[in-house]
């Protein structure tokens, strides 16, 4: 698929089929996240997936998303702030370079014919918990991952105008 398809076509997906996903689609998967840039090299994130359905239990039970109900995969995106590069007013970047990773992940998922869907709205101490993560590591963002049960809707977007501007 064209790069530029790929674009167009992801979309957050909130219903899965259980159907199976291939090894090898997670090995180009995992390529995707490895080419992903991050400041200064430093790759403070690690990706997790789980297809185990005791551990796709708890974390269900930590991260009550509806959306995370039927998918056959979750991935979790970590993040390491110890390891990030910081800004030098001293914060850690780290939120940023799990992003750039897991939009790798997504887009390369869609590249695939997987749906996704961020999920940030969880209280990470659960959702770490759940995982037997524990500090300088913490989960920054989950997905669900699998072949979407019915076609997304079409997006209305913002005019690009609105949003993209080139000042010469």
């Known amino acids: 698929m064209d790069f530029y398809e790929v674009l167009a076509r992801r979309r957050s997906i909130r219903n899965y089929r259980p159907d199976p996903i291939p090894p090898d689609i997670f090995e180009r998967l995992g390529a995707a996240v490895a080419s992903a840039p991050s400041a200064c090299n430093r790759q403070p994130w690690k990706v997790l997936v789980v297809t185990e359905p005791g551990l796709l239990e708890a974390i269900r039970n930590a991260c009550p998303q509806r959306l995370l109900t039927g998918a056959p995969a979750i ?6 702030a110890a390891e990030a590069w ?7 970047i780290v939120p940023v370079d799990v992003a750039i990773a897991m939009e790798h992940l997504v887009l390369a998922a869609a590249a695939e014919g997987l749906g996704s869907c961020w999920v940030c709205a969880y209280d990470r101490k659960k959702v770490d918990a759940a995982f037997g993560i524990a500090a300088p590591w913490s989960v920054y963002a989950l997905t669900p991952l699998g072949y979407p049960a019915m076609p997304a809707a079409t997006l209305t977007k913002k005019p690009l105008a609105e949003i993209f501007e080139v000042i010469a």
């Open 75 to 80: 991935a979790a995106v970590l993040g390491n």
């Open 86 to 92: 910081k800004r030098p007013e001293g914060d850690s």
